[in-house]
């Protein structure tokens, strides 16, 4: 008996998808959502951000008078709307993830995977999945939060909203995967995407809203991946500017460079 | 079947810049044995396991899995050998339920987890997560995952280190259990007990090398002066005496091998009839002992005589060559 298996089973491996990604997923997921901090973090910090400062600072109530029309009768916080979705991919991105993932290898769950039929590349690819689907439930909830609670009219541009959204998913999670492509650590993966966040927020407008943002920030926010993302949702959700085609090719040409970089980089044990 | 589950032969591993984890280990293993790997920590024996699942790509020397070559097709042998790991491997906050059905999930043909967790004494501890069972149910978790896939044959690295000796028993029985079950077990361990106590075979391996190999018995009765007697007597006269006379009786008789006083006691080895010829001896000269008990020999000693120093676990942390 053990003769025929021994014929048979590479050709029929190589065959078949690999067996229990399902099962993989639907675990994975469910211990994700046993974290609390993770949860926070990816799916409640963006939206609270965004309703705690659209609702306590009456500046961000009032109408931004000198916009030109119909943005004139938005509120202020309309204008922080795309920052928080920036912020929601970067807080997944350069919090979430590379700590997963430097975890995994810390706790050799990538070197035991790889012991196994399911290779461990398959891990990483399923926590992508989950982070973003994370990510849809993050955004989407800032977005409906900011239409239903804070009056903010819907993007004039919806699909250049939607192109930049995935354009700076695939440059940051790419830049999460290269964090957390040598980290030994979670610690250590959590120490260097920290050290990549929140020079990256600024950029993004969470502390200046870019609407004041001086030249030279702006300037520089635009070669940086979270600042074009922010500016080209921006450029999208108002459509005052035209099509946000700088943002774009920046956007793309990070994910062209970091996503090899972090995959050629990843160690798997 | 009688063609060998395992085969290595000449393997050689070198880490960069030049430090040599294993030189030349050689040995086969037959299905259904409990197969050892016994050495001190850094000696080789996970780097020589990780060669043959294929988790490592070796410098030199030919390793078979079943038939195949793990070197040349790692994926070829994952669905028939289970592997635990030293480190723990697995998510604080995953249940042992979870973790059983996830991994089982991966494999064409799966034990039941209702079993195997029973066999495991996991049973009451299903829905507990990993970050909060002891070291022992732990380990249990990880031997479980090992055989969730219904492998033909189980790597188990290590798996009593940081147990306690009545986790250690417990385990040890398990490994049996495993065996009779028919999976062929592959022991790595540097407990010289442990191995005496479970391997039907083994290798020890020093400095990357194997340095004996055979059944725990026939390695013990292989050594030199492999029976011990110790001899106690009442006052320093009768001591001397006795010392004077085995000390004669050692240059005679060809049974007796050594003799060494070891503080108020007389330690003689020798051959199978060492005892009865140091009796017959003292009982000629009317020297009586208070007591005499024979030493038991063990693969310790076998370790002091290959390799000329004391067994030490913990030793060649860091060999460099």
Redesign the interface.
């Known amino acids: 008996m ?1 003769a025929v298996e ?1 014929v048979r ?2 050709g029929a ?1 190589r065959a078949r998808r ?3 990604f ?3 997923l639907a ?1 994975e997921l ?2 994700w959502l ?2 609390p901090t993770a949860v926070f973090f990816a799916l409640v910090f963006p939206t609270g951000l965004l309703l705690g400062l659209g609702l306590a600072v009456p500046a961000f109530a009032e109408p931004m008078t000198e916009a030109p029309p119909p943005w004139n009768t938005a509120p202020g916080i309309t204008s922080y709307l795309p920052t928080i979705i920036a912020l929601a991919v970067g807080t997944i991105a350069l919090t979430t993830m590379p700590v997963q993932f430097a ?2 290898r810390e ?3 990538l ?2 995977l ?5 290779p461990p590349q398959n891990l990483i690819g399923a926590h992508m999945l989950i982070n973003v689907l994370a990510l849809l439930v993050s955004c989407g909830a800032s977005v409906v939060g900011a239409l239903l609670v804070l009056d903010v009219p819907f993007a004039a541009d919806p699909l250049t909203v939607l192109l930049v959204l995935v354009l700076a998913t695939t440059a940051m999670f790419s830049l999460g995967m290269l964090v957390a492509a040598r980290a030994e650590k979670g610690t250590t993966a959590s120490g260097l995407g920290m050290l990549i966040y929140f020079p990256s927020l600024m950029f993004s407008g969470v502390w200046v809203p870019l609407s004041v943002m001086p030249d030279w920030m702006q300037t520089i926010g635009l070669y940086l991946p979270l600042g074009a993302a922010a500016q080209g949702l921006t450029a999208g959700w108002f459509g005052t500017d035209g099509f946000p085609l700088a943002q774009v090719l920046v956007l793309a040409a990070w994910t062209l460079v970091l996503f090899p970089l972090g995959v050629r980089l990843f160690r798997w ?1 | 079947m009688t063609s060998p589950v395992v085969e290595v032969s000449h393997l050689r591993k070198t880490y960069p810049p030049s430090r040599t984890a294993v030189a030349d280990v050689s040995f086969d293993v037959a299905r259904g044995e409990i197969f050892g790997i016994l050495g001190p920590n850094g000696a080789g024996k996970t780097t020589t396991v990780e060669c043959l699942a294929g988790l490592r790509r070796a410098d030199g020397g030919t390793v078979r899995l079943l038939g195949r070559d793990p070197q040349a097709d790692p994926r070829s042998v994952r669905e028939h050998v289970g592997i635990q790991l030293q480190e723990a491997a697995l998510h604080d906050k995953i249940t042992v339920g979870e973790a059983l059905d996830v991994f089982g999930s991966f494999y064409a043909e799966q034990a039941d987890p209702a079993e195997l967790l029973d066999l495991l004494d996991l049973t009451a501890h299903r829905n507990q997560q990993f970050g909060k069972l002891s070291g022992g149910q732990k380990q249990r978790l990880s031997i479980a995952l090992a055989l969730v896939g219904r492998p033909q044959v189980a790597v188990l690295d290590e798996l009593t280190t940081g147990l306690d000796p009545a986790a250690r028993r417990a385990t040890w029985d398990l490994v049996e259990r495993v065996r009779d079950a028919g999976v062929t077990v592959l022991l790595v361990t540097h407990f010289m007990d442990e191995a005496e106590r479970l391997c039907d075979r083994l290798v020890v391996i020093d400095g990357g090398r194997v340095v004996a190999q055979g059944t725990p018995s026939a390695l013990i009765e292989g050594l030199e002066g492999h029976r011990g007697v110790r001899l106690r007597f009442t006052g320093d006269a009768a001591r001397t005496r006795a010392l004077e006379i085995l000390t004669a009786l050692a240059r005679q008789d060809d049974a007796v091998a050594a003799v060494n006083p070891a503080g108020d006691e007389i330690e003689v080895s020798g051959t199978r009839t060492v005892l009865f010829a140091v009796v017959q001896a003292l009982a000629a000269a009317d020297v009586v002992p208070d007591d005499v008990r024979t030493v038991e020999r063990t693969l310790e000693d076998v370790f002091v005589q290959v390799t000329g120093r004391e067994y030490r676990a913990e030793e060649n942390e860091e060999v460099t060559v």
């Open positions: 053990s021994t089973a590479p491996v690999v067996r229990g399902g099962t993989l675990t469910k211990v046993r974290d975890t995994f706790k050799g769950v070197k035991r790889s012991t196994t039929p399911m044990s």
